[in-house]
T-cell receptor, first 114, second 115 residues
Framework: DTGVSQDPRHKITKRGQNVTFRCDPI?????LYWYRQTLGQGPEFLTY????????KSRLLSDRFSAERPKGSFSTLEIQRTEQGDSAMYLC????????????FGPGTRLTVT | GENVEQHPSTLSVQEGDSAVIKCTYS??????FPWYKQELGKRPQLIID?????GEKKDQRIAVTLNKTAKHFSLHITETQPEDSAVYFC??????????????FGKGTKLSVKP
């Protein structure tokens, strides 16, 4: 499967713990996006990378969230000191070329904070 | 902040009928409008997209229309089939300037096609 992959698919953690998710984009896609989706809502933009540079973060993104994309390939999203409100599906998408090119989504990581 | 409104939130049609989903956007600089289909427990799947330099685009049973003046775009599905049942999301983004590429999504439309 050459699509976007994410790991893990599910994560259950206790409030206050740190979690890290990984996204592997489609090979040669230079743009990588992170979105968050809660039940009954559309995905909400969190941050994006062009190659290894993180170019924008949503104003809604708490400073407990950090993302990296070393070497412009896979990306990680870390949430520190998780809260129950962080429970959601975390989706990664990748695209090739400039903005406005088709974004392809991964299967997501479902986070449950107890 | 920028916003995309989507209607209706639920839509039930008989197999073979047409379905129309409508979206409006607030950012006049938006110029790229994709539509995604999301089945339960699956990833959003891009089904069609349109750029602001065209008013309509078709792909088999699916078509999208865009009215930039009204900041309004719609998804049309003809000859619906039970496998079209899913949640459909519209989205809008800019391809230049600040926030370029970031998709702003509507809240989704749950389409049910009855056999």
């Amino acid at each position: 499967d050459t699509g976007v992959s994410q790991d893990p698919r599910h994560k259950i953690t206790k409030r206050g713990q740190n979690v890290t998710f990984r996204c592997d984009p489609i090979s040669e896609h230079n743009r990588l996006y992170w979105y968050r989706q809660t039940l009954g809502q559309g995905p909400e933009f969190l941050t994006y990378f062009q190659n290894e540079a993180q170019l924008e973060k949503s104003r809604l993104l708490s400073d407990r969230f950090s993302a990296e994309r070393p070497k412009g390939s896979f990306s990680t999203l870390e949430i520190q000191r998780t809260e129950q409100g962080d429970s959601a599906m975390y989706l990664c998408a990748s695209s090739y070329g400039l903005a406005g090119f088709k974004q392809y989504f991964g299967p997501g990581t479902r986070l449950t904070v107890t | 902040g920028e916003n995309v409104e989507q209607h209706p939130s639920t839509l039930s049609v008989q197999e073979g009928d047409s379905a129309v989903i409508k979206c409006t956007y607030s950012d006049s600089a938006s110029n790229y409008f994709p539509w995604y289909k999301q089945e339960l427990g699956k990833r959003p799947q891009l089904i069609i997209d349109i750029r602001s330099n065209v008013g309509e685009k078709k792909d088999q049973r699916i078509a999208v229309t865009l009215n930039k003046t009204a900041k309004h775009f719609s998804l049309h599905i003809t000859e619906t089939q039970p496998e079209d049942s899913a949640v459909y999301f519209c989205a809008a983004s800019r391809t230049y300037g600040g926030s370029q590429g970031n998709l702003i999504f509507g809240k989704g439309t749950k389409l049910s096609v009855k056999p």
